[in-house]
């Protein structure tokens, strides 16, 4: 199974468990040798002075003698434990009193004892407790075992931003290319913005795809508002300009240029503007001398797509793609965008759906299968 993107989204494993602990109460009746340390403990640490907060915690407990002042010293040291981030420790300090799962959970969590945290986020349950298991079995890399609970999750409470984007990331880790593109249609509906976007495709052109392929990667971030860099403009007039398509080379540097993103007065840019446009005229000029095969039509699709004369490049393409051959995939992918850009939604998606799974073009296509469904008509 190839995929095209690699997503970025799994980063960002914010669960909704708290993090720290607040300073325990110190309001009942403690003894001077217990009180006295325990509340100069917590001002201590919230100043960051962790090793003297520390040192306070151990003279209140050496001075403990009832449950009640035991249970206090336990509080404050794992207060100040998770000051200093010292996880294990202040979920031990708590476990020693009986502090309950939900407590407990995101504490070894952050500790890194993930089956700890997977058999205490089980007795949390909820979702907080469900989260933690999820996350858990992520960092295990059990992807199955956190794709089956996020889906339970939204199965229970809806649709979250969050547990979309952690699903889609576990379906990717697993390769279930259908699962992800279904929950990532999900994420785009609920925010298609260009930063969506950017998720699924900034990262996906490093990866391993034919040259063509990430050239309709960059006509796809062009789409979605994320050519931004003047490396990205650069890339993809070089792309545009090795797959014989200096028409679209030339356009992408143009406007690059208008966009004040890369300057016209470079000399590499001015390079590449001038190469594309002299092979584009010659291009134009050659196209009624294109033999009537597959790869001709192909050609002349490609004079007709950088003239933005889309729906004859559409009829171009789709020609070629009948022709069969090495290429007929490529011409497909470009069919589909051609037929988007000519107003022909319901052919685009279907052209795009017509390529198959196991074709190196399966993945942009799935993508711009995706943009075709959820974009504005």
């Known amino acids: 199974m190839t995929f095209v993107s690699r997503l970025t989204m799994a980063a960002a494993l914010a669960f909704a468990a708290p993090i720290g602990l607040s300073a325990p109460a110190l309001a009942q009746a403690l003894s001077a040798g217990v009180g006295k340390p325990l509340q100069e403990a917590s001002k201590l640490a919230n100043a960051g002075n962790n090793a003297a907060a ?20 336990a509080e404050m040291a794992a207060f100040v434990h998770t000051k200093g981030g010292r996880w294990a420790a202040a979920a031990q300090e708590l476990e020693s009193i009986g502090a309950p799962a939900s407590q407990l959970a995101p504490l070894y969590y952050r500790a890194g ?7 205490l986020g089980k007795k949390t349950g909820g979702v907080q407790g469900q989260t933690i298991v999820a996350q858990s079995y992520f960092r295990q890399g059990n992807f199955k ?12 409470n809806g649709a979250r931003e969050a547990w979309l984007q952690s ?6 880790k697993m390769n279930d290319k259908k699962g992800y ?3 990532t249609e999900r994420l785009i509906k609920v925010d298609p913005s260009p930063a969506r976007w950017r998720a699924l495709l900034v990262d996906m052109k490093n990866g391993q ?10 006509e796809l971030m062009e789409q979605t508002g994320n050519i931004t860099k003047p490396e990205d403009y650069q890339e993809y007039a070089k792309l545009a300009i090795v797959a014989n398509q200096p028409a ?6 143009e406007s690059g240029m208008k966009a004040g993103v890369i300057p016209a007065s470079d000399s590499m840019n001015a390079r590449l503007l001038e190469a594309a446009a002299k092979r584009s005229a010659a291009a134009s000029a050659g196209v009624s001398k294109l033999p009537k095969t597959g790869a001709g039509q192909l050609q002349a699709g490609h004079v007709a797509f950088g003239a933005g004369d889309y729906a004859r490049a559409a009829a171009l393409y789709g020609a070629a793609a009948k022709a069969g051959g090495a290429t007929a995939d490529q011409a497909k992918v470009l069919a589909g965008i051609s037929q988007l850009r000519s107003g022909n939604r319901a052919a685009a998606s279907g052209t795009f759906k ?11 296509a799935g993508l711009w299968a995706l943009y075709t469904s959820t974009s504005a008509a």
């Open 145 to 156: 075992g956190a794709a089956d609970v996020y889906q339970n999750l939204i199965k229970q």
């Open 209 to 218: 795809m034919p040259r063509e392929a990430k050239l309709a990667l960059f």
């Open 113 to 119: 004892q993930l089956d700890k945290a997977i058999t």
């Open 354 to 364: 017509s390529i198959p799974e196991a074709s190196a073009y399966s993945g942009v």
């Open 248 to 253: 679209l080379a030339k356009r992408s540097l």
């Open 181 to 183: 593109l279904a929950t």
């Open 54 to 73: 520390t040192a306070r915690v151990n003279a209140a407990r050496s001075a403990a003698s009832t449950a009640v002042e035991r249970r206090k010293v």
């Open 167 to 172: 699903l889609a990331n576990a379906q990717f």
